[in-house]
């Protein structure tokens, strides 16, 4: 028997001081998703400090289709979304930005393509309207890296405006700014990953929150989400990996040490023979790296048998009806 109703549709945006556009891009949603069944609004207030949250309250006021998670403090942009997902209620789940540059007008497309048999439809911003220098060039350059790494050739990781079948997140978990890596992620889980090309439009009011320090943050995002997903369950592979090269190296030196001992004894001397040091050094460092290894796969154990903490804090969440929990 079929419930009618289950909600279809959940669009999850999270916002930061981006009251001057909410209006609009609400009303550019509510167009868009006209003939999707039943759906949600999901604004996420990631700590604004403008009027965003009251803007908000007053769209809410007349549309019982948004919900309004208000988090206690700024968390930042991956926290905002894995707070949208998990009180998502639909069968697909849509996140998109607040700042009007993400094209509401796209999410039938999305929909559509993921109803072909994906589980994950990212958007493609084939022409950006940001500045070249600061912006489209360091992305072109990061998604070049990261399509490099993963193995998933995507050209636009860092588009917020993706369809996801809400089972496709279940299982992931979002920490720092890896909101960007999760077709990645469920790709390597087995899901079916695909992406459009979406309209990318100037912004018009507010201003960025991104700048050049992100493309470091990425860089070393991207190095932790190879690590876990090479090497997650077995840390020690890398540290002994690691490990296993400075003994060799070690044992290297120290051959070398005693082939010069028997052509110049004065070479054994530690003041005019550095390769003993080394030799020393490598070793000591070989075993510190082993330790390391070891006690890694005794704090993944730990993690995966223990952990269940989330990334964010919810102060209230407030229902179209007005109660609040």
Known sequence: ????????????????NEADSLKTLYEEIVVAVSGSGNCEIIFIDDGSTDASLTTLMDIQQNDGRVRIIKLRRNFGQTAALSAGFKHAGGRIII???????????????LVARLNTGFDIVSGWRKKRHDNALTRTIPSRMA?????????????????TLKAYRAESLKCIRLYGEMHRFIPALASWGGERVTEIVVNH??????????????????????????????????????FGGLGGLSLLGSFASGFAVLYYKFL????????????????????????????????AEILVRTYHESQNREIYIIEEILESNGRQE
């Open 1 to 16: 028997m079929t419930d009618n109703n289950a909600i279809e549709l959940s669009i999850v945006i999270p916002v930061l």
């Open 95 to 109: 996140p998109l930005d607040a700042d009007g540059q993400n094209d509401p007008a796209d999410i039938p497309r």
């Open 143 to 159: 998604n070049w890296i990261i399509a490099r790494i993963t193995g998933v050739r995507l050209h636009d990781f860092g588009c």
């Open 201 to 238: 439009r100037p912004r018009t009011a507010g201003k960025t929150k991104y700048g050049l320090n992100r493309i470091f943050k990425v860089i070393l995002d991207l190095i932790t989400i190879k690590f876990l997903a090479s090497f997650s369950t077995k840390p020690i592979y890398v």
């Open 264 to 295: 110049d004894p004065e070479h054994l001397a530690m003041n005019n023979n550095p390769l003993l040091v080394l030799s020393m050094i490598l070793f000591t460092t070989a075993i510190q790296f082993i330790l390391m290894g070891l006690l």
